[in-house]
């Protein structure tokens, strides 16, 4: 079954608290991504990871991090979180051929 | 710089009738993908269909075709037979090579709303 899941779907965190946002696939896709999504914006490219412990900067990356250390699984990162990344996550993933395959996205509050 | 634009912000139809969406890009690339995908009002994002630069042949799956129009940077969707349930907001996106690695991006997403 060709998914990619996400936890948790929905976060509320306080601001200044450290975020961990998790990401599965069972594609064995090479590359994975993080977007986000706000009203009007469209989906923005956070991070992006060309294979293990192999990450680049996106398009807005101030105030995340990200960690692979397995193919199968791309952690997104935000050190003391603020209220400004009150957004929805998304993450992805893709082989070389192939289009994006989505999750259901994470929907976080900052508060 | 390479981008992906809709400047359709919002569309209404009556159903059972034909709508195209726009979508023009921006790259450098000789070889390149575009994608069309629709996320639905539960949040879902899943992809419709594509098409691959270097075919001439007009993608098609189902009632979404494309019209694709290279040396225009264009690649419109057409979905024929509208229903109800299309009503959602369909994003165009681009796979380029950036700085010696590839990456995907996104229009801003056209709203569809199809009405009874």
Redesign the interface.
């Known amino acids: 079954d060709m998914k990619v899941t996400q936890m948790p779907r929905y976060l509320i965190k306080r601001m200044g608290e450290n975020v961990l946002l998790e990401c599965g696939q069972d594609m064995s896709h090479e590359?994975m991504?993080w977007?986000r999504q706000d009203p009007?914006?469209?989906?923005q490219?956070i991070y992006?990871s060309?294979d293990v412990d192999s990450n680049?900067e996106?398009?807005i990356p101030k105030g995340y991090r990200v960690s692979r250390k397995k193919r199968e699984h791309f952690s997104l990162i935000l050190d003391s979180a603020k209220t400004n990344q009150t957004s929805?996550y998304?993450c992805?993933s893709?082989s070389v051929n192939t289009?994006?395959?989505?999750g259901?996205?994470t929907r976080l509050t900052v508060v | 710089a390479q981008k992906v634009t809709q400047t359709q912000t919002s569309i209404s139809v009556v159903e059972k009738t034909t709508v195209t969406m726009d979508c023009v890009y921006e790259t450098r690339d000789s070889s390149y993908?575009l994608?069309w995908?629709k996320q639905t009002a539960s949040?879902?994002?899943?992809?419709l269909i594509?098409q691959d630069s270097y075919k001439k042949e007009n993608a098609t799956v189902g009632h979404y075709s494309l019209n694709f129009q290279k040396p225009k940077s264009s690649i419109g969707l057409i979905i024929t037979a509208t229903q109800i349930e299309d009503s959602a907001v369909y994003?165009c996106?681009m796979?380029l090579y950036d700085?010696n690695?590839?990456?995907?991006?996104?229009?801003?997403?056209t709203h569809l709303h199809v009405l009874p």
């Open positions: 590359t991504y977007y009007g914006l469209g989906l490219l992006i060309y680049s996106g398009d929805v998304f992805a893709s289009e994006v395959f989505f259901k996205g | 993908f994608f995908y949040g879902e994002i899943v992809f594509r994003f996106a796979r700085t690695a590839y990456k995907v991006i996104f229009g801003k997403g």
